[in-house]
């Protein structure tokens, strides 16, 4: 009978989204800048917001669970996989319009092409998100920052998608932007896109301001290396990578899991990590911060799937 009713589910969301934007046993190392995780049972890449909402009633009339992902930044997927539906938007650039200095975007755009059409417009006030690997959608949803800058900053309003299909407008105020959160961690709803509100600016300045927050990440960060960028929140009055350097934790390994020597705040993919060994890492510097300092961390990356 559950064979029975996946079929119907599949046949269904063909029908409705096409079955080129759909695929079975998706695996979700390619969707995570983690590169790590087991496979999906759905995948499903929607453009439209009648797609979105197709997509929405079809998961709750056959109640399959699902997660909206946006470019997988902040993502750990189990080992065993999900066991329903990744929904992710749409990264193509015809989902930016500009309209004086305001830019309309989808959720699924990254960041880092939304700054960079902000660039080509001389549009001034998201350079500090032209680094950030995610994208618009998963930026909202917890109001993504760097150096001094936030997504508060310049969104004035936000489409959201409701579980039973309809569409409303949020206002910034209405969204309770905070350090790390939007009231999208508080309610089940989905970010279709959004209204950024920036200045007129020079080009050079723009550009400039972008390649320093560049050259400081390479410099900083280990990019070279698979990861969820920042893992832990930053604890009321530390800074969590101080914690963990000063706790002896640079280059603490599990199989194939170390925190970065580079950035202590980071845990990296350095060959074919489990998300298991990623999970017990992050245990495991919980407990050694605690121990030393007690501050308790709280992880930033989101875990899909079942972990023990």
């Not at 996946?6 to 995570?32: L, N, W």
């Not at 900083?220 to 920042?230: D, I």
């Not at 970065?260 to 298991?276: L, P, Q, R, V, Y």
Request: hydrophobic share 35%; net charge negative; with cysteine.
């Amino acid at each position: 009978m559950e064979i029975k009713m996946a079929d119907e589910f599949y046949q269904a969301i063909c029908e409705r989204i096409g079955s080129a934007s759909v695929r079975r046993d998706e695996s979700m190392k390619q969707h995570t800048t983690f590169r790590i995780g087991g496979t999906a049972d759905y995948y499903m890449l929607l453009k439209t917001e009648k797609e979105w909402q197709e997509a929405i009633v079809l998961c709750h009339q056959y109640q399959k669970p699902y997660t909206v992902i946006g470019n997988g930044s902040n993502l750990l997927v189990s080992d065993e996989g999900y066991r329903g539906v990744i929904l992710q938007g749409s990264r193509e650039k015809e989902q930016i319009v500009r309209k004086g200095t305001s830019i309309e975007a989808s959720a699924g755009v990254p960041l880092a092409l939304l700054a960079k059409k902000a660039l080509e417009y001389s549009l001034t006030g998201l350079e500090f998100a032209s680094g950030i690997p995610g994208s618009l959608g998963g930026a909202i949803v917890m109001n993504a920052g760097a150096y001094g800058g936030e997504m508060k900053q310049v969104i004035t309003k936000v489409k959201l998608l409701d579980r039973d299909g309809t569409i409303q407008t949020l206002s910034t105020e209405e969204m309770k932007f905070s350090y790390r959160h939007s009231i999208l961690q508080e309610e089940e709803k989905i970010a279709l896109g959004a209204e950024l509100s920036l200045q007129e600016g020079d080009f050079n300045r723009i550009q400039e301001k972008m390649e320093d927050y560049s050259k400081r990440r390479r410099e900083k960060q280990p990019l070279e290396f698979p990861s969820a960028g920042s893992t832990f929140k930053r604890p009321e009055g530390y800074f969590a990578s101080k914690l963990i350097m000063e706790a002896g934790l640079a280059g603490k390994q599990i199989g194939g899991a170390r925190v970065s020597e580079k950035h202590c705040g980071f845990i990296i993919n350095t060959k074919d990590a489990t998300a298991k060994d990623v999970w017990e890492l992050i245990g495991f510097v919980k407990e050694m911060v605690f121990e030393k300092f007690q501050v308790m961390l709280e992880p930033e990356v989101k875990l899909l799937g079942e972990f023990e």
